[in-house]
Protein backbone atom coordinates (compact mmCIF):
# COMPACT_ATOMS: atom_id res chain seq x y z
CA UNK A 1 0.00 0.00 0.00
CA UNK A 2 1.05 3.50 -0.92
CA UNK A 3 1.51 6.36 1.42
CA UNK A 4 -1.46 8.58 -0.46
CA UNK A 5 -3.24 4.99 -0.08
CA UNK A 6 -2.68 5.30 3.39
CA UNK A 7 -3.93 8.64 4.11
CA UNK A 8 -6.86 7.80 1.57
CA UNK A 9 -5.66 9.59 -1.81
CA UNK A 10 -5.17 8.65 -4.54
CA UNK A 11 -2.20 8.50 -6.85
CA UNK A 12 -2.24 11.17 -9.75
CA UNK A 13 -3.80 9.83 -12.98
CA UNK A 14 -3.02 10.52 -16.70
CA UNK A 15 -5.06 14.04 -18.24
CA UNK A 16 -9.05 13.95 -17.98
CA UNK A 17 -9.21 10.88 -15.29
CA UNK A 18 -10.65 14.22 -13.11
CA UNK A 19 -8.02 13.72 -10.13
CA UNK A 20 -6.28 16.26 -8.72
CA UNK A 21 -2.75 15.83 -9.93
CA UNK A 22 0.62 16.83 -8.30
CA UNK A 23 2.39 20.03 -8.97
CA UNK A 24 4.39 20.28 -11.83
CA UNK A 25 7.40 20.54 -10.44
CA UNK A 26 7.13 17.37 -8.73
CA UNK A 27 9.40 15.16 -11.46
CA UNK A 28 12.76 13.70 -11.45
CA UNK A 29 14.63 15.68 -12.93
CA UNK A 30 13.13 18.97 -11.13
CA UNK A 31 13.66 16.76 -7.79
CA UNK A 32 17.32 16.20 -8.39
CA UNK A 33 17.84 19.65 -9.72
CA UNK A 34 16.48 20.89 -6.23
CA UNK A 35 19.32 18.43 -4.20
CA UNK A 36 21.83 19.96 -6.44
CA UNK A 37 21.08 23.70 -5.76
CA UNK A 38 20.56 23.20 -2.35
CA UNK A 39 24.00 21.58 -2.13
CA UNK A 40 25.59 24.20 -4.06
CA UNK A 41 23.48 26.88 -2.37
CA UNK A 42 24.85 25.87 1.00
CA UNK A 43 27.96 25.51 -0.37
CA UNK A 44 28.12 29.45 -1.03
CA UNK A 45 26.73 30.33 2.63
CA UNK A 46 29.52 28.64 3.86
CA UNK A 47 32.14 30.59 1.47
CA UNK A 48 30.11 33.68 2.24
CA UNK A 49 30.15 32.94 6.31
CA UNK A 50 34.39 32.08 5.87
CA UNK A 51 34.48 35.32 3.84
CA UNK A 52 33.35 37.84 6.08
CA UNK A 53 35.07 36.07 8.92
CA UNK A 54 38.57 35.78 7.48
CA UNK A 55 41.31 38.34 8.69
CA UNK A 56 42.90 38.29 4.85
CA UNK A 57 41.27 40.08 2.06
CA UNK A 58 42.43 39.00 -1.17
CA UNK A 59 40.63 40.17 -4.70
CA UNK A 60 40.33 37.04 -5.71
CA UNK A 61 37.73 35.82 -2.80
CA UNK A 62 35.27 35.44 -5.59
CA UNK A 63 37.23 32.70 -6.76
CA UNK A 64 35.91 30.35 -3.98
CA UNK A 65 32.08 31.22 -5.02
CA UNK A 66 32.51 29.93 -8.65
CA UNK A 67 32.27 25.74 -8.17
CA UNK A 68 29.80 26.12 -5.26
CA UNK A 69 27.74 28.88 -7.69
CA UNK A 70 28.29 26.73 -10.70
CA UNK A 71 26.77 23.77 -8.88
CA UNK A 72 23.18 25.88 -7.67
CA UNK A 73 23.17 27.45 -10.89
CA UNK A 74 23.03 23.73 -12.63
CA UNK A 75 20.49 22.37 -9.62
CA UNK A 76 18.45 25.63 -10.70
CA UNK A 77 18.54 24.88 -13.98
CA UNK A 78 17.30 21.31 -13.82
CA UNK A 79 14.50 22.34 -11.78
CA UNK A 80 13.56 25.02 -14.45
CA UNK A 81 14.34 22.49 -17.53
CA UNK A 82 12.37 19.90 -15.36
CA UNK A 83 9.41 22.28 -14.59
CA UNK A 84 8.97 22.82 -18.65
CA UNK A 85 9.57 18.85 -19.09
CA UNK A 86 6.03 18.57 -17.05
CA UNK A 87 4.19 21.42 -18.77
CA UNK A 88 4.65 19.67 -21.86
CA UNK A 89 4.11 16.28 -21.05
CA UNK A 90 0.87 16.78 -19.53
CA UNK A 91 -0.43 19.04 -22.62
CA UNK A 92 0.54 15.73 -24.50
CA UNK A 93 -2.04 13.93 -22.03
CA UNK A 94 0.96 12.16 -20.28
CA UNK A 95 1.07 10.87 -17.21
CA UNK A 96 3.78 12.31 -14.58
CA UNK A 97 6.81 9.72 -13.83
CA UNK A 98 6.27 10.73 -10.28
CA UNK A 99 3.72 9.71 -8.39
CA UNK A 100 2.17 9.01 -4.57
CA UNK A 101 4.25 5.23 -4.59
CA UNK A 102 7.52 7.29 -4.64
CA UNK A 103 6.81 9.51 -1.50
CA UNK A 104 8.69 8.07 1.48
CA UNK A 105 6.76 7.73 5.19
CA UNK A 106 10.12 8.83 7.23
CA UNK A 107 8.03 7.71 10.20
CA UNK A 108 8.28 3.85 8.95
CA UNK A 109 11.54 4.57 7.55
CA UNK A 110 13.71 5.52 10.74
CA UNK A 111 13.21 2.23 12.13
CA UNK A 112 14.43 0.30 9.46
CA UNK A 113 18.75 0.43 9.76
CA UNK A 114 19.46 0.57 6.01
CA UNK A 115 17.50 3.55 5.49
CA UNK A 116 19.42 4.80 8.36
CA UNK A 117 22.81 3.73 7.72
CA UNK A 118 22.48 4.91 3.86
CA UNK A 119 21.22 8.47 5.45
CA UNK A 120 24.18 8.87 7.57
CA UNK A 121 26.34 7.24 5.01
CA UNK A 122 24.83 10.17 2.23
CA UNK A 123 25.00 12.95 4.68
CA UNK A 124 28.49 12.19 5.78
CA UNK A 125 29.91 11.87 1.76
CA UNK A 126 28.09 15.13 1.13
CA UNK A 127 29.53 16.66 3.97
CA UNK A 128 32.85 15.51 3.24
CA UNK A 129 32.35 16.80 -0.89
CA UNK A 130 31.32 20.45 0.13
CA UNK A 131 35.05 20.45 2.95
CA UNK A 132 36.66 18.89 -0.24
CA UNK A 133 35.41 21.85 -2.58
CA UNK A 134 35.68 24.43 0.21
CA UNK A 135 39.86 23.17 0.84
CA UNK A 136 40.07 23.27 -2.94
CA UNK A 137 38.45 26.93 -3.27
CA UNK A 138 40.51 28.24 -0.94
CA UNK A 139 43.87 26.86 -2.37
CA UNK A 140 42.17 27.97 -5.78
CA UNK A 141 42.12 31.43 -3.90
CA UNK A 142 45.65 31.35 -2.23
CA UNK A 143 47.28 30.53 -5.54
CA UNK A 144 45.69 32.86 -7.57
CA UNK A 145 46.43 35.65 -5.49
CA UNK A 146 50.44 34.72 -5.54
CA UNK A 147 53.03 36.19 -6.94
CA UNK A 148 54.32 33.26 -8.57
CA UNK A 149 51.04 32.91 -9.97
CA UNK A 150 50.97 36.70 -11.59
CA UNK A 151 54.58 36.67 -12.30
CA UNK A 152 55.43 32.84 -13.68
CA UNK A 153 52.61 30.67 -14.40
CA UNK A 154 49.04 32.04 -15.35
CA UNK A 155 51.03 35.65 -17.09
CA UNK A 156 54.44 34.11 -18.34
CA UNK A 157 54.57 36.99 -20.44
CA UNK A 158 54.64 39.54 -17.21
CA UNK A 159 58.49 37.80 -16.14
CA UNK A 160 60.18 41.07 -16.46
CA UNK A 161 57.70 42.61 -14.60
CA UNK A 162 57.95 40.64 -11.58
CA UNK A 163 61.27 39.71 -11.61
CA UNK A 164 62.01 43.61 -11.12
CA UNK A 165 58.92 43.87 -8.88
CA UNK A 166 61.15 41.42 -6.48
CA UNK A 167 63.94 44.00 -5.98
CA UNK A 168 61.41 47.34 -6.01
CA UNK A 169 60.34 49.05 -2.83
CA UNK A 170 57.19 47.65 -2.37
CA UNK A 171 58.32 44.15 -3.39
CA UNK A 172 56.03 42.93 0.10
CA UNK A 173 52.94 44.04 -1.43
CA UNK A 174 51.04 41.20 -3.33
CA UNK A 175 50.49 42.03 -6.57
CA UNK A 176 46.62 41.74 -6.70
CA UNK A 177 46.70 44.36 -3.76
CA UNK A 178 47.14 46.82 -6.59
CA UNK A 179 46.44 44.96 -9.56
CA UNK A 180 43.07 43.45 -8.68
CA UNK A 181 42.01 45.04 -4.87
CA UNK A 182 39.06 44.31 -2.79
CA UNK A 183 35.65 43.92 -3.29
CA UNK A 184 33.10 42.51 -6.01
CA UNK A 185 33.42 44.81 -8.50
CA UNK A 186 37.56 45.19 -8.50
CA UNK A 187 36.85 41.00 -9.09
CA UNK A 188 34.78 41.23 -11.89
CA UNK A 189 37.40 44.17 -13.69
CA UNK A 190 40.18 41.99 -13.00
CA UNK A 191 38.59 38.82 -14.54
CA UNK A 192 37.03 40.18 -18.02
CA UNK A 193 40.86 41.93 -18.41
CA UNK A 194 42.19 38.66 -17.96
CA UNK A 195 39.97 36.66 -20.04
CA UNK A 196 41.04 39.43 -22.87
CA UNK A 197 44.66 39.01 -21.65
CA UNK A 198 44.48 35.28 -22.16
CA UNK A 199 42.50 35.08 -25.26
CA UNK A 200 45.51 37.56 -26.61
CA UNK A 201 48.25 35.29 -25.45
CA UNK A 202 46.38 32.02 -27.19
CA UNK A 203 46.35 34.05 -30.76
CA UNK A 204 50.14 35.05 -30.07
CA UNK A 205 49.02 38.60 -29.64
CA UNK A 206 51.16 39.83 -27.50
CA UNK A 207 52.51 43.17 -27.07
CA UNK A 208 56.45 43.64 -26.41
CA UNK A 209 56.82 45.32 -24.40
CA UNK A 210 53.81 45.63 -22.47
CA UNK A 211 52.21 48.95 -22.82
CA UNK A 212 52.29 51.53 -20.07
CA UNK A 213 50.79 53.13 -18.41
CA UNK A 214 48.16 50.51 -17.93
CA UNK A 215 44.85 52.14 -19.73
CA UNK A 216 42.45 49.85 -17.16
CA UNK A 217 44.28 50.40 -13.99
CA UNK A 218 42.75 51.13 -10.55
CA UNK A 219 42.63 54.87 -9.84
CA UNK A 220 46.03 55.84 -7.91
CA UNK A 221 43.50 57.27 -4.73
CA UNK A 222 42.54 53.40 -4.81
CA UNK A 223 45.73 51.68 -5.10
CA UNK A 224 48.31 54.18 -3.23
CA UNK A 225 46.36 56.16 -1.03
CA UNK A 226 45.25 52.80 0.69
CA UNK A 227 49.09 52.89 2.39
CA UNK A 228 50.07 56.65 1.89
CA UNK A 229 48.64 59.61 3.08
CA UNK A 230 48.31 62.15 0.66
CA UNK A 231 47.74 64.66 2.84
CA UNK A 232 50.72 64.45 4.81
CA UNK A 233 53.34 67.01 4.98
CA UNK A 234 56.91 66.21 4.34
CA UNK A 235 58.75 69.10 3.43
CA UNK A 236 62.61 68.67 2.87
CA UNK A 237 64.23 65.45 2.27
CA UNK A 238 68.04 65.25 2.41
CA UNK A 239 69.61 62.94 -0.21
CA UNK A 240 72.90 61.59 -0.95
CA UNK A 241 74.07 60.10 -4.31
CA UNK A 242 77.30 58.71 -5.29
CA UNK A 243 78.29 58.36 -8.82
CA UNK A 244 81.50 56.95 -10.41
CA UNK A 245 82.74 58.61 -13.81
CA UNK A 246 83.76 57.12 -16.73
CA UNK A 247 87.37 57.23 -16.45
CA UNK A 248 90.29 55.07 -15.82
CA UNK A 249 90.24 55.03 -12.04
CA UNK A 250 86.35 55.39 -11.60
CA UNK A 251 86.50 58.34 -9.87
CA UNK A 252 84.08 58.53 -7.20
CA UNK A 253 81.79 61.59 -6.65
CA UNK A 254 79.59 62.56 -4.61
CA UNK A 255 76.21 65.12 -4.34
CA UNK A 256 74.06 66.26 -1.23
CA UNK A 257 71.01 67.79 -1.60
CA UNK A 258 67.46 68.85 0.08
CA UNK A 259 64.51 67.73 -1.90
CA UNK A 260 61.56 70.04 -1.29
CA UNK A 261 58.71 67.26 -1.21
CA UNK A 262 56.01 69.71 0.02
CA UNK A 263 52.66 68.30 0.02
CA UNK A 264 50.03 68.01 3.09
CA UNK A 265 47.39 70.45 4.35
CA UNK A 266 49.67 72.79 6.46
CA UNK A 267 48.89 76.00 6.33
CA UNK A 268 50.54 78.23 3.87
CA UNK A 269 52.79 75.53 2.58
CA UNK A 270 50.20 73.71 1.56
CA UNK A 271 50.19 72.04 -1.73
CA UNK A 272 53.83 72.99 -1.98
CA UNK A 273 57.10 71.92 -3.57
CA UNK A 274 57.16 68.29 -5.77
CA UNK A 275 53.79 67.57 -4.35
CA UNK A 276 52.43 70.83 -5.85
CA UNK A 277 50.53 68.67 -8.59
CA UNK A 278 49.24 66.33 -6.44
CA UNK A 279 45.11 66.95 -5.92
CA UNK A 280 45.22 68.57 -2.45
CA UNK A 281 45.15 72.07 -3.12
CA UNK A 282 46.05 72.25 -7.01
CA UNK A 283 44.76 70.27 -9.83
CA UNK A 284 46.87 69.88 -12.91
CA UNK A 285 45.91 68.86 -16.02
CA UNK A 286 47.60 67.70 -19.69
CA UNK A 287 47.38 66.54 -22.68
CA UNK A 288 50.04 64.44 -24.38
CA UNK A 289 51.10 63.51 -27.99
CA UNK A 290 51.95 59.72 -27.35
CA UNK A 291 50.51 56.95 -25.34
CA UNK A 292 53.18 56.71 -22.67
CA UNK A 293 52.42 60.51 -21.59
CA UNK A 294 55.89 62.08 -22.00
CA UNK A 295 55.62 64.53 -24.75
CA UNK A 296 52.99 66.87 -23.09
CA UNK A 297 52.16 69.48 -25.28
CA UNK A 298 49.63 71.23 -22.95
CA UNK A 299 49.28 72.14 -19.28
CA UNK A 300 46.41 73.55 -17.01
CA UNK A 301 46.72 74.24 -13.43
CA UNK A 302 43.77 75.04 -11.22
CA UNK A 303 45.09 76.82 -7.92
CA UNK A 304 43.64 76.63 -4.69
CA UNK A 305 42.36 80.19 -5.18
CA UNK A 306 40.12 79.14 -8.31
CA UNK A 307 42.60 80.99 -10.70
CA UNK A 308 43.99 79.50 -14.20
CA UNK A 309 46.85 78.80 -15.59
CA UNK A 310 46.97 77.33 -19.41
CA UNK A 311 50.39 76.28 -20.95
CA UNK A 312 51.39 75.47 -24.79
CA UNK A 313 54.60 74.06 -25.94
CA UNK A 314 55.43 77.26 -28.20
CA UNK A 315 58.03 75.37 -30.40
CA UNK A 316 55.34 72.77 -31.50
CA UNK A 317 51.70 74.10 -30.13
CA UNK A 318 48.30 71.59 -30.04
CA UNK A 319 46.69 71.24 -33.49
CA UNK A 320 42.92 71.64 -33.36
CA UNK A 321 42.30 68.13 -34.22
CA UNK A 322 44.21 67.27 -31.14
CA UNK A 323 42.85 68.89 -29.01
CA UNK A 324 39.80 67.47 -30.44
CA UNK A 325 40.96 64.09 -30.39
CA UNK A 326 43.79 63.49 -27.16
CA UNK A 327 41.99 63.12 -23.96
CA UNK A 328 42.79 65.45 -21.05
CA UNK A 329 44.48 63.47 -18.22
CA UNK A 330 44.46 65.04 -14.92
CA UNK A 331 47.67 64.33 -12.58
CA UNK A 332 47.69 61.77 -10.05
CA UNK A 333 50.52 59.68 -8.41
CA UNK A 334 51.55 57.40 -11.16
CA UNK A 335 52.23 59.90 -13.79
CA UNK A 336 55.47 61.12 -11.62
CA UNK A 337 56.04 57.71 -9.94
CA UNK A 338 55.23 55.68 -13.40
CA UNK A 339 57.79 52.42 -12.14
CA UNK A 340 56.67 52.10 -8.34
CA UNK A 341 56.99 48.42 -7.98
CA UNK A 342 58.57 47.61 -11.72
CA UNK A 343 60.95 50.17 -11.88
CA UNK A 344 63.55 48.57 -14.90
CA UNK A 345 66.91 50.05 -14.18
CA UNK A 346 69.28 51.89 -16.54
CA UNK A 347 73.15 50.56 -16.79
CA UNK A 348 74.50 53.48 -15.51
CA UNK A 349 72.60 53.41 -12.42
CA UNK A 350 72.78 50.20 -11.64
CA UNK A 351 76.57 49.53 -12.39
CA UNK A 352 76.80 52.88 -10.18
CA UNK A 353 75.32 51.44 -7.25
CA UNK A 354 77.36 47.96 -7.72
CA UNK A 355 80.67 50.10 -7.46
CA UNK A 356 78.87 52.29 -4.87
CA UNK A 357 78.40 49.19 -2.59
CA UNK A 358 81.26 47.28 -3.22
CA UNK A 359 79.84 44.55 -5.60
CA UNK A 360 82.01 45.70 -8.54
CA UNK A 361 85.76 46.28 -7.37
CA UNK A 362 86.35 49.97 -8.08
CA UNK A 363 90.13 48.81 -8.78
CA UNK A 364 89.49 47.22 -12.18
CA UNK A 365 90.55 49.73 -14.77
CA UNK A 366 87.64 51.15 -16.46
CA UNK A 367 85.12 48.81 -15.71
CA UNK A 368 82.23 51.66 -15.23
CA UNK A 369 82.17 52.24 -18.90
CA UNK A 370 82.97 48.86 -19.93
CA UNK A 371 80.31 47.57 -17.98
CA UNK A 372 77.88 50.34 -19.34
CA UNK A 373 78.97 49.34 -22.66
CA UNK A 374 78.14 45.66 -22.20
CA UNK A 375 75.25 46.44 -20.64
CA UNK A 376 73.64 48.70 -23.53
CA UNK A 377 74.37 46.45 -26.32
CA UNK A 378 71.99 44.44 -28.15
CA UNK A 379 71.11 40.71 -27.84
CA UNK A 380 68.71 38.26 -29.07
CA UNK A 381 68.16 36.84 -25.70
CA UNK A 382 69.60 36.80 -21.92
CA UNK A 383 71.29 33.56 -22.79
CA UNK A 384 73.15 35.45 -25.55
CA UNK A 385 73.75 38.30 -23.35
CA UNK A 386 75.11 36.34 -20.76
CA UNK A 387 77.80 35.08 -22.94
CA UNK A 388 78.95 38.56 -24.39
CA UNK A 389 79.22 39.76 -21.18
CA UNK A 390 81.46 36.88 -20.02
CA UNK A 391 83.62 37.58 -23.58
CA UNK A 392 83.69 41.25 -23.97
CA UNK A 393 85.17 42.16 -20.25
CA UNK A 394 87.64 39.13 -20.70
CA UNK A 395 88.44 40.61 -23.96
CA UNK A 396 88.70 44.05 -23.04
CA UNK A 397 91.55 43.32 -20.13
CA UNK A 398 93.18 40.72 -22.43
CA UNK A 399 93.77 43.28 -24.79
CA UNK A 400 94.44 46.20 -22.98
CA UNK A 401 94.97 45.26 -19.37
CA UNK A 402 96.38 41.89 -19.49
CA UNK A 403 98.26 42.81 -15.95
CA UNK A 404 94.31 42.85 -14.60
CA UNK A 405 93.51 39.35 -15.53
CA UNK A 406 97.06 37.54 -13.87
CA UNK A 407 96.78 39.70 -10.78
CA UNK A 408 93.44 40.58 -9.87
CA UNK A 409 91.67 37.48 -11.76
CA UNK A 410 88.67 36.73 -9.20
CA UNK A 411 87.90 40.58 -9.43
CA UNK A 412 87.10 40.43 -13.09
CA UNK A 413 85.43 37.09 -12.64
CA UNK A 414 83.77 38.83 -9.44
CA UNK A 415 82.60 41.91 -12.24
CA UNK A 416 81.20 40.02 -14.86
CA UNK A 417 78.84 37.78 -12.49
CA UNK A 418 77.46 41.19 -11.35
CA UNK A 419 76.94 42.37 -14.94
CA UNK A 420 75.49 39.15 -16.38
CA UNK A 421 73.28 39.66 -13.05
CA UNK A 422 72.32 43.19 -13.22
CA UNK A 423 71.46 42.11 -17.02
CA UNK A 424 69.19 39.25 -16.01
CA UNK A 425 67.47 41.09 -13.70
CA UNK A 426 66.98 44.37 -15.34
CA UNK A 427 66.62 43.80 -19.23
CA UNK A 428 64.74 41.66 -20.87
CA UNK A 429 65.29 41.18 -24.73
CA UNK A 430 62.73 38.43 -25.12
CA UNK A 431 60.06 40.80 -24.48
CA UNK A 432 61.84 44.50 -25.47
CA UNK A 433 61.38 45.41 -21.71
CA UNK A 434 64.16 47.79 -20.51
CA UNK A 435 64.70 51.36 -19.26
CA UNK A 436 63.95 52.69 -22.37
CA UNK A 437 60.80 50.87 -22.91
CA UNK A 438 59.40 51.47 -19.51
CA UNK A 439 60.94 55.29 -18.47
CA UNK A 440 60.38 56.46 -14.85
CA UNK A 441 59.49 59.79 -14.83
CA UNK A 442 60.77 60.35 -10.79
CA UNK A 443 63.44 63.50 -11.54
CA UNK A 444 64.72 63.72 -14.93
CA UNK A 445 68.02 61.88 -14.69
CA UNK A 446 67.69 59.25 -17.64
CA UNK A 447 64.26 60.66 -19.04
CA UNK A 448 62.98 63.98 -19.28
CA UNK A 449 60.50 62.93 -16.24
CA UNK A 450 60.27 66.73 -14.57
CA UNK A 451 60.71 68.46 -17.96
CA UNK A 452 58.38 67.32 -19.48
CA UNK A 453 56.43 70.05 -18.02
CA UNK A 454 59.04 72.31 -17.01
CA UNK A 455 60.88 73.35 -19.58
CA UNK A 456 61.74 76.54 -21.93
CA UNK A 457 59.13 75.85 -24.18
CA UNK A 458 55.90 75.06 -22.24
CA UNK A 459 54.56 79.46 -22.02
CA UNK A 460 51.36 80.84 -21.03
CA UNK A 461 49.85 83.44 -23.86
CA UNK A 462 52.29 86.04 -21.95
CA UNK A 463 54.90 84.54 -22.69
CA UNK A 464 55.79 82.76 -19.12
CA UNK A 465 57.43 79.26 -18.88
CA UNK A 466 56.10 76.76 -16.42
CA UNK A 467 58.79 77.74 -14.17
CA UNK A 468 62.21 75.91 -14.49
CA UNK A 469 63.87 77.10 -11.24
CA UNK A 470 65.88 74.06 -9.89
CA UNK A 471 65.42 75.88 -6.61
CA UNK A 472 62.50 75.40 -6.30
CA UNK A 473 62.34 71.76 -5.95
CA UNK A 474 66.08 70.58 -4.13
CA UNK A 475 68.87 72.70 -2.91
CA UNK A 476 72.13 71.38 -4.04
CA UNK A 477 74.14 71.52 -0.15
CA UNK A 478 77.46 69.79 -1.53
CA UNK A 479 79.23 68.34 -4.20
CA UNK A 480 82.44 66.45 -4.89
CA UNK A 481 84.92 64.34 -3.04
CA UNK A 482 83.70 65.37 0.17
CA UNK A 483 80.21 65.89 0.83
CA UNK A 484 80.10 65.67 4.70
CA UNK A 485 80.11 69.06 4.86
CA UNK A 486 78.06 71.54 3.47
CA UNK A 487 78.45 75.37 2.93
CA UNK A 488 75.40 76.14 1.14
CA UNK A 489 72.49 79.03 0.87
CA UNK A 490 69.85 76.90 1.87
CA UNK A 491 67.01 79.15 0.66
CA UNK A 492 69.02 79.24 -2.63
CA UNK A 493 71.80 76.29 -2.43
CA UNK A 494 74.89 75.59 -4.74
CA UNK A 495 75.05 75.77 -8.52
CA UNK A 496 75.34 72.07 -9.56
CA UNK A 497 78.70 71.78 -10.92
CA UNK A 498 78.50 68.92 -14.13
CA UNK A 499 81.67 66.72 -12.90
CA UNK A 500 83.05 66.07 -16.13
CA UNK A 501 83.39 68.97 -16.99
CA UNK A 502 83.49 71.44 -14.23
CA UNK A 503 81.01 73.80 -15.49
CA UNK A 504 78.06 75.31 -13.48
CA UNK A 505 75.10 74.76 -14.72
CA UNK A 506 73.18 78.62 -14.05
CA UNK A 507 70.42 78.03 -17.42
CA UNK A 508 67.91 75.11 -17.97
CA UNK A 509 69.22 71.94 -19.53
CA UNK A 510 67.76 68.84 -20.57
CA UNK A 511 69.93 66.64 -18.78
CA UNK A 512 68.40 63.47 -20.63
CA UNK A 513 69.64 65.12 -23.94
CA UNK A 514 73.30 63.60 -23.08
CA UNK A 515 72.36 61.21 -19.72
CA UNK A 516 69.77 58.16 -21.48
CA UNK A 517 71.03 55.86 -18.68
CA UNK A 518 73.18 53.40 -21.76
CA UNK A 519 76.14 53.93 -23.31
CA UNK A 520 75.26 56.95 -25.31
CA UNK A 521 76.60 58.97 -22.75
CA UNK A 522 80.52 58.23 -22.91
CA UNK A 523 80.60 58.08 -26.21
Known sequence: MTDLERNGEEPSRPAGDGERRLPRIYNWLSISGAIVALIGSTACAFFFAADLTSRR???????????????????????????????????????????????????????????????????????????????????????????????????????PEAAVYANSPHARIDCVECHVGHGGDSFIRAKLNGARQLYEFAIGKISRPIPTPIRARRPSREMC??????????????????????????????????????????????????????????????IARDPQRQQIAWVRITRRDGTLGEYNDSD???????????PVHTMECLDCHSRPAHQFEAPVDSVNQAIATGRISRDLPYIKVESVRLLSAEYPSQAAATKAIDAG??????????????????????????????????????????????????????????????????????????????????????????????????????????????????????????????????E
Open 225 to 286: ESCHWPERFIDYKVITRKYTLNDEENTSVGLRMMIKVGGGENGLMQGSGIHYHMVVANKVEF
Open 316 to 326: EPLTDTERETL
Open 393 to 522: LTAFYRENHSEVLEEEADSVQNAIEVVQSIYRSTIFPEMAANWMAHPNNIGHWDSPGCFRCHNDVMESEDGDAIFTDCTKCHVNLAQGDDITIAEANFEFGASFVHPEDGEAFDEFTLCSDCHTGGIDLY
Open 57 to 159: ESGYMGVTYLPALALALVGFALVAAGFFREVRRRKLGQSTSFTGELFIDVRDKLTTTRFVATFVVGAVAVTFGLLVIGAGSMRIVEFTSSNAFCGEVCHSVMH
